[in-house]
Nanobody
Framework: QVQLVESGGGLVQAGGSLRLSCAAS????????MGWHRQAPGKQRELVAT???????NYADSVKGRFTISRDNTKDTAYLQMNSLKPEDTAVYYCAAQNRFRSTPGYHYWGQGTQVTVSS
């Protein structure tokens, strides 16, 4: 099993920045890709950014150029640097990880989420 713990959320004014962290523990050698998702009130959860074990990244169009996903394998931690934040970025942000040994697609482990609120 893998445990994921997010931190770094909070309240920020529009145009500001936050950095989210996701610390992994447990069977970390099973982790392949990691991703950040978010869910705003009344909306479906959406994928924000992903990073493979090799460091390849992908972003939702809504955050391209503003958000940067990274991972430090020596610390078993993934990050999401969020710049030029907008009120529409307000959501609960979740870290997730894929198990490389499982045949089912998608993310197999999830953190508890961290709230990000952007005021206008």
């Amino acid at each position: 099993q893998v445990q994921l713990v997010e931190s770094g959320g909070g309240l920020v004014q529009a145009g500001g920045s936050l950095r989210l962290s996701c610390a992994a523990s447990g069977n970390i050698f099973s982790i392949n890709a990691m991703g950040w998702h978010r869910q705003a009130p009344g909306k479906q959860r959406e994928l924000v950014a992903t990073i493979t074990s090799g460091g390849s990244t992908n972003y939702a169009d809504s955050v391209k150029g503003r958000f940067t996903i990274s991972r430090d394998n020596t610390k078993d931690t993934a990050y999401l640097q969020m710049n030029s934040l907008k009120p529409e970025d307000t959501a609960v942000y979740y870290c997730a990880a894929q198990n490389r040994f499982r045949s089912t697609p998608g993310y197999h482990y999830w953190g508890q989420g961290t709230q990000v609120t952007v005021s206008s």
